[in-house]
């Protein structure tokens, strides 16, 4: 079956710009989470949901950070007003219940 | 200091070597060790996990921990071309908590033909 997919694959910003990304989880996971991985880094959490239910934003790193699950299906993460240091690889992992993630391939953020 | 060190690398060998990836962890209540796998510009894949201390075979790999010494250990024998990535550690509290992964820095392997 399908994996977790992320769109765009690339996305190329200039400062001050937003931008949305979006994760198609594995039909039917309960969890999805987001991670920000920085160049020659690993990647670092930024939000969960459970459901619908955004549980945990502790990672985002200011309140240009948004991220949305409205069905319990698709999640969009929002950068707002985009920042040079917002330049990495955002990544979206789906798992069933307190279960094993699976991440997509990412979405790679260049910001000029 | 952060709550996982993993030293990054890069790490060059020839195929057939045996290579060993190591992390440290501060977190006294980490329980599940993970190890992912990450190609690159791919997204990283569970390659296997330990529960508490001891070893865990899987094929050529062997995952290794050691709880008093807060010591994470992936073993790869006869490394081959198609091992070359870059390996995560991630060690995990379990127990009630939802997946939330703390990833160390990651190693780069590259395994040459």
């Known amino acids: 079956g399908a994996g977790v997919s992320q769109s765009p694959r690339y996305k190329v910003a200039k400062r001050g710009q937003d931008v949305a990304l979006r994760c198609d989880p594995i039909?039917?996971?309960?969890?999805l989470f987001w991670y920000q991985q920085a160049l020659g880094q690993g990647p670092e959490f930024l939000t969960y949901?459970?459901?619908?239910?955004?549980?945990?934003k502790s990672g985002l790193p200011s309140d240009r950070f948004f991220a949305e699950r409205p069905e319990g299906s698709v999640s969009t993460l929002k950068i707002q007003r985009t920042q040079q240091e917002d330049s990495a690889v955002y990544l979206c992992?789906?798992?069933?219940?307190?279960?094993?993630?699976?991440f997509g391939p990412g979405t790679r953020l260049t910001v000029l | 200091q952060k709550e996982v060190e993993q030293d990054p690398g890069p790490l060059s060998v020839p195929e057939g070597a045996i290579v060993s990836l190591n992390c440290t962890y501060s977190?006294?209540?980490?329980?599940?060790f993970m190890w992912y796998r990450q190609y690159s510009r791919k997204g990283p894949e569970l390659l296997m996990y330990?529960?508490?201390?001891g070893n865990k075979e899987d094929g050529r790999f062997t995952a290794q921990v050691d709880k008093s010494s807060k010591y994470i250990s992936l073993f790869i024998r006869d490394s081959q071309p198609s091992d070359s990535a870059t390996y995560l550690c991630?060690?995990?509290?379990?127990?009630?908590?939802?997946?939330?992964?703390?990833f160390g820095q990651g190693t780069i392997l590259t395994v040459h033909p």
């Open positions: 977190n006294s209540a980490f329980q599940y």
């Open positions: 039909s039917g996971h309960v969890s």
């Open positions: 991630a060690p995990h509290p379990g127990g009630t908590s939802y997946g939330k992964l703390t």
């Open positions: 992992a789906s798992s069933p219940a307190m279960s094993e993630q699976f």
């Open positions: 330990t529960y508490s201390s």
């Open positions: 949901f459970q459901n619908e239910a955004q549980l945990d």
